[in-house]
Nanobody, 115 residues
């Protein structure tokens, strides 16, 4: 089963920026929609952004206008550029496919936004 590897998280102040990366090993990446998800303490996992294999994007209302998802198919990598970060963006961020079969969830990358 594919094992995803997320990176790029960290501690930033309100208004700061981070760029997350996710490497998706194996074949099939270029023809599948990908998404970034997050899980805050005590809450369920939510999808925050997704990108089709053709590059069409969609965002949760809570991040629209602040986050940008992109992909580099030759590198099997999906990115999440996060700007104007808010304390409520604090969570563990994960990537995965949009539709089943999902990959095994990685460890995620922690994003902490201080006020």
């Amino acid at each position: 089963q594919v094992q995803l590897v997320e990176s790029g998280g960290g501690l930033v102040q309100t208004g700061g920026s981070l760029r997350l990366s996710c490497i998706v090993p194996g074949s099939g990446f270029s023809v599948r929609a990908m998404a970034w998800y997050r899980q805050a303490p005590g809450k369920g996992r939510e999808q925050v952004a997704r990108i089709s294999f053709t590059g069409d994007t969609n965002y949760a209302d809570s991040v629209k206008g602040r986050f940008t998802i992109s992909r580099d198919n030759p590198k099997n990598t999906v990115y999440l550029q996060m700007d104007s970060l808010k304390p409520e963006d604090t969570a563990v961020y994960y990537c995965n496919f949009v539709l089943p079969p999902l990959a095994r969830w990685g460890q995620g990358t922690q994003v902490t936004v201080s006020s």
